[in-house]
């Protein structure tokens, strides 16, 4: 069975960092692009961050970069979620979820086909 | 940036009855349109790749349709399990974007 499992959300005061982690199981984990999607408390999904099957070519929603760090370890079978420098804004529960598609034309399309359940990260203080 | 503009923000519909939501890219997007079910505390599910290729386990009373910047999620015949939250998202380039979600609710 194919499962993302999240783990590492909780309460962090603004200006704090946080690390997320997914674990995953049920397919070949580093044949896979993976990404994170957020979504803040009664509002809609965003994207976050993808990261390529080698970890060679990560990709960020501009309201993240240069805070926030994608990173996955494919003997582990886990992706990661290093968020830095946290504010209200970052408020949400955190998904993570498999990235499945098609190469064409030099250029990757990607879906998300399998999620997992999301962690809270709460920024108050 | 792609931005993705969904219509109806709520639609309000019976069981049985044939559901039409709309969504409209800023940009040409071609096919790469992807359409989510999210239920309250759920995590998305995905329904629709391609613009109109059901994910396998489906059922088939969801269709996709529509290229370029304008696109349409249908169900045909709507059952009790399917009053949730739709979202669009586009994946032709970065960043990824999902339109605002239509919300379809019990009349």
């Known amino acids: 069975e194919v499962q993302l499992v999240e783990s590492g959300g909780g309460l962090v005061q603004p200006w704090e960092s946080l690390r997320l982690s997914c674990a995953v199981s049920?397919?070949?984990?580093?044949?896979?692009?993976m990404s994170w999607v957020r979504q803040a408390p009664g509002k809609g999904l965003e994207w976050v961050a993808t990261i390529r099957q080698d970890g060679t070519q990560r990709y960020y929603v501009d309201s993240v970069k240069g805070r926030f760090t994608v990173s996955r370890d494919n003997v582990q079978n886990s992706l990661y979620l290093q968020m830095d420098s946290l504010t209200g804004d970052d408020t949400a529960v955190y998904f993570c979820?498999?990235?499945?598609?098609?190469?064409?034309?030099?250029?990757?399309?990607?879906?998300?086909?399998?999620w997992g359940k999301g962690t809270t990260v709460t920024v108050s203080s | 940036d792609t931005q993705m503009t969904q219509s109806p923000s709520t639609l309000s519909a019976s069981v049985g009855d044939r559901v039409t939501i709309t969504c409209r890219a800023s940009q040409s997007i071609s096919s790469w349109l992807a359409w989510y079910q999210q239920k309250p505390g759920q995590a998305p599910k995905l329904l629709i790749y391609?613009?109109?290729s059901v994910e396998s386990g489906v059922p088939s009373r969801f269709s996709g349709s529509g290229s370029e910047t304008e696109f349409t999620l249908t169900i045909s015949y709507l059952q009790p399990d399917d009053f949730a939250t739709y979202y669009c998202?586009?994946?032709?380039?970065?960043?990824?974007?999902f339109g605002q979600g239509t919300k379809v609710e019990i009349k």
């Open positions: 998202q586009q994946y032709n380039t970065y960043p990824w974007t």
């Open positions: 391609k613009a109109s």
């Open positions: 979820a498999r990235a499945n598609g098609i190469y064409l034309n030099y250029q990757y399309y990607f879906y998300m086909d399998v």
């Open positions: 049920g397919f070949t984990f580093s044949s896979y692009s």
